[in-house]
């Protein structure tokens, strides 16, 4: 059910969480997790474009997400393995035992071209990361005029930082330092170009620089955690079309970051109680 007059696009990575220990798989990746969240949370239209393989993992992500209404009409589909990753879960916290770098998606460079940048205008924001391979496609989304939003690691080198965060207006991590180390690294990543900087703190909750503030949001307390698995990919989906959506409703900056972090949080806890990032589970041998 439609709640906000955004629209979104995640544009980067698929895969398949193959959970090791019960033989199950569920689809996933930061930016097919960006378009289910912001379809779970209420935008009026949410889509994902990227490459998938062309074996029973990618049929598997595929499926599911037709079967969650998530527009896919701009991908393209390889002959070669989808991404995968192999993974444990250990009290509730997903353990990542190895991967296959993207499969076939992490040797193909997408290159966005005219008619791409043209479908890409009718978004609200386009979402990508550091496992998606887009970075050099950045700065095409910038100059249409749509927002742009990234997820960077606590382990992205200086010049990584420098070279993606000047094409960002929205930054999002996790880190797991202090709140000073944590407040010293969004500074870096906002001074470096991006609009604002927020770092996922587990159960630490969150905290978000705008190049001025800093605003720190508690998690919401959990009664029993059954798979972490998308709890920040959650948090960033449902932020950005909260505050999206206030700001096109001419609330003020700073009062919409506190109020969509406080909806973050509590939907960042909801997504805490579903199996895999958002269920579709299947078994494999």
């Not at 544009?11 to 959970?19: A, I, L, P, S």
């Not at 969240?37 to 393989?53: P, Q």
């Not at 206030?246 to 806890?269: N, Q, R, T, W």
């Amino acid at each position: 059910m439609e709640k906000y007059s955004i629209n979104v696009l995640g544009f980067g990575d698929n895969v398949v969480d193959k959970y090791e220990h019960i033989k199950v798989m569920y689809p996933g990746g930061n930016c097919v997790n960006f378009a289910v969240y912001s379809k779970k949370f209420g935008v009026r239209k949410s889509a994902y474009m990227g490459y998938f393989g062309s074996d029973k993992e990618a049929e598997h992500v595929i499926d599911s997400l037709e079967k969650i209404g998530i527009e896919t009409i701009k991908c393209r589909q390889l002959e070669g393995k989808n991404g995968c990753a192999k993974v444990t879960l250990l009290n509730g916290d997903r353990v990542f035992l190895e991967s296959n770098e993207g499969g076939i998606r992490g040797r193909v460079p997408f290159v966005l071209d005219r008619f791409d940048l043209e479908y890409i205008k009718q978004f609200d924001v386009v979402h990508s990361g550091n496992y998606s391979f887009m970075e050099n496609e950045l700065y095409k989304i910038k100059e249409t005029g749509v927002y742009v939003s990234f997820d960077f690691s606590d382990d992205s080198t200086e010049a990584y930082l420098k070279k993606i965060a000047k094409n960002v207006d929205f930054a999002f991590c996790s880190f797991n330092g202090t709140e000073k180390e944590t407040k010293e690294y969004l500074k870096k990543i906002v001074d470096y170009g991006a609009e604002t900087a927020c770092a996922s703190r587990g159960a630490d909750g969150c905290i978000l620089y705008d190049g001025g503030d800093y605003f720190i949001q508690k998690a919401v307390p959990l009664e029993k955690v059954v798979d972490t698995m998308g709890a920040g990919d959650s948090l960033i989906a449902s932020y950005l079309v909260s505050y999206l959506a206030l700001i096109k409703k001419g609330i003020e900056k700073k009062e919409a970051i506190k109020m969509s972090l406080v909806k973050a949080a509590e939907f960042a806890a909801e997504i805490c109680a579903i199996d895999g990032a958002f269920g579709y589970g299947k078994k494999y041998e």
